[in-house]
């Protein structure tokens, strides 16, 4: 992918060690796409942003907060293995995530053909499975006993978003205590932004199956550059596990560059890696996309259905591009299933 490895060279280029205080992007990204549209205040965004990183690390603002250059060489280290593609922690591609793609974008794929593909990996069989019988994708009251009945009920764009989130979901399950209530709370945080992305895709007549999985890789990256800053603490510093202010510096530093490596490694289509790249750097006065108003609007539902402060719905309004009808609409979807989500953890 030519483009892929332009953009990552470029962003990689320097040979000198970034300072801890300068973030290379922004998760939250809302973009202005007409001449008469108000302009934003920056610090709606930041504090989201910051709620958002407090919530993920289960700390106060004050403890994500470090010194001009205290982790400068551990992040170096850490940008060099990005740049080169050595991160350890990076998940390998699903074997069988190439067949699936192919047989869910042929539009002859029939009901059996994709089933069999699923049943032929027994792993993926009991995620799928799983997934399918959660808040976030089971449609009534009976339980999916079936990979055949999944794909029945769930219809081709439904069993997409499924799969992806099948694939996806041992990768970002906690191997530990001391990561369990992050990679649950990343898991919540990921599948809410993704479904909002999907909802919004709808609504704008757009392919919801690619913002779903695109709406999911931010989170799988989370847990990627926490795993692998262990690593590097454990080699560079002798740190048992890296402090929230310096895994707060390297998710925010690194999602989207960790984001398109996933991509890469998983030989994902171009268009998830333009997705990704318009998410993180929207040109000035481009449309609003799906992934970007998906990650504002999930993330400030998750955060609001846990309690923590979060943005007022008519800031949410300017900065999105739906209409108030609209956002209520996919507010609604979205809390319905974290409601149904906190019973079944209950």
């Not at 042929?106 to 059996?112: H, I, M, P, V």
């Amino acid at each position: 992918m030519p483009g892929f490895i332009s953009w990552i060279s470029g962003l990689f280029s320097s040979d000198k060690p970034t300072t801890a205080t300068a973030p290379e992007s922004r998760l939250l990204n809302p973009v202005v796409s007409t001449n008469d549209s108000p302009d934003i205040d920056p610090a709606l965004i930041d504090k989201l942003e910051e709620r958002l990183f407090c919530w993920l690390l289960d700390s106060p603002p004050a403890t994500l907060r470090s010194e001009t250059g205290q982790w400068d060489e551990v992040l170096e280290k850490l940008r060099w293995r990005i740049a080169n593609s050595e991160l350890d922690e990076l998940p390998r591609q699903p074997m069988t995530l190439p067949m699936l793609m192919r047989a869910l974008s042929d539009a002859n794929t029939g009901r059996n053909q994709l089933t069999e593909i699923i049943l032929n990996d027994p792993a993926l069989t009991d995620q799928l499975l799983q997934i399918a019988n959660s808040p976030y994708f089971r449609t009534g009251d009976q339980s999916i006993d079936s990979v055949d009945q999944a794909v029945f009920v769930l219809g081709m764009d439904g069993i997409r978003n499924v799969i992806s989130a099948a694939i996806m979901r041992p990768m970002m399950a906690a191997r530990n205590s001391r990561e369990a209530l992050f990679a649950q709370r990343v898991w919540r945080w990921g599948l809410t932004c993704a479904r909002s992305a999907e909802l919004i895709a709808k609504i704008h007549g757009q392919d919801s199956s690619v913002y779903f999985m695109a709406g999911l890789l931010p989170a799988l990256s989370y847990i990627t550059l926490r795993r692998e800053l262990q690593r590097v603490c454990r080699t560079e510093s002798g740190l048992a596990e890296p402090p929230p202010s310096l895994i707060h510096i390297a998710l925010s530093r690194y999602q989207w560059a960790t984001s398109q490596l996933l991509a890469n490694e998983w030989g994902l289509p171009p268009k998830y890696h333009a997705q990704l790249l318009a998410a993180e750097r929207p040109a000035p006065r481009q449309q609003h996309t799906p992934l970007n108003d998906g990650i504002i609007i999930g993330t400030r539902e998750v955060l609001r259905h846990a309690h923590q402060r979060n943005m007022p719905e008519d800031d949410v309004l300017r900065i999105t591009n739906i209409s108030r009808e609209q956002f209520t609409r996919v507010r609604k979807v979205i809390l319905d299933t974290l409601e149904a989500g906190a019973k079944t953890r209950a």
